[in-house]
């Protein structure tokens, strides 16, 4: 495995040498990867470099543990409200979480999530973003702001209704209730569900690696 750059809270690495397949993993496991101060600095910076890189063909966001992502780190809420001095200044820091979202949308290499476990909060706003989702049958999804008196404005208003439907996402947003690898499937948040993490890894590499994904970068550098 090749891993060249270096991100605090995350692993960047080539799993299969020259394949051209980057893994940008979430890797604050003891946290169940919640999404830290550092996350928001350095996940556009990664991303930006990953897609300036010609090495690079296909990016497969995933995480370490047992959950991709339970969330934004409460302690960063408190903080930002805290340290905010002025509505301007909380204003300024939300629209800079955001555009690290956004930077998925950004990258020009196609962008797989590859989801087990807790699917949670700001972790609906990272997958909306990418390109391609696929889970585990024993994934957990939960659009849950709503459960802390936030709206869930880092990107899931936005981009969740273009891809589940307006009411749809709506009810997930207004109840936050948790649904299933299944469920998330049937509503099309998903593409593909699997047995066992093994499956899913094997999918998503497969995927990756797939004859549609050159021709697909052929028309992007156009």
Sequence with gaps: MEEKYKYPSLEILEKT???GVWYV??????????LSHDFFIHFPKALYDLDHDPDVKVIVL????NHFCSG???SILGSTASNSGSGEALRRQIMAMQDAV????????????????ACIGGGIDIITAC????CTKEAFFSVKEVDMALAADLG???RLPLIVGFGNAMELALTGRTFSGEEAKELGLVSRVFDSKHDLDQAVMDLAQGSFLPSILNQ???
């Design 156 to 158: 899931t208003l936005q």
């Design 131 to 134: 390109d391609i989702r696929m």
């Design 62 to 65: 995933s995480a370490a543990g």
């Design 25 to 34: 993993i979430l890797n604050r496991p003891s946290r169940r990867n919640a």
């Design 220 to 222: 992007l550098s156009v």
């Design 102 to 117: 956004t930077a998925l949308e950004r990258c020009r290499k196609p962008v797989i999530a590859s989801i087990l476990g």
């Design 17 to 19: 040498p020259k394949s």
């Design 72 to 74: 934004i780190d409460l």
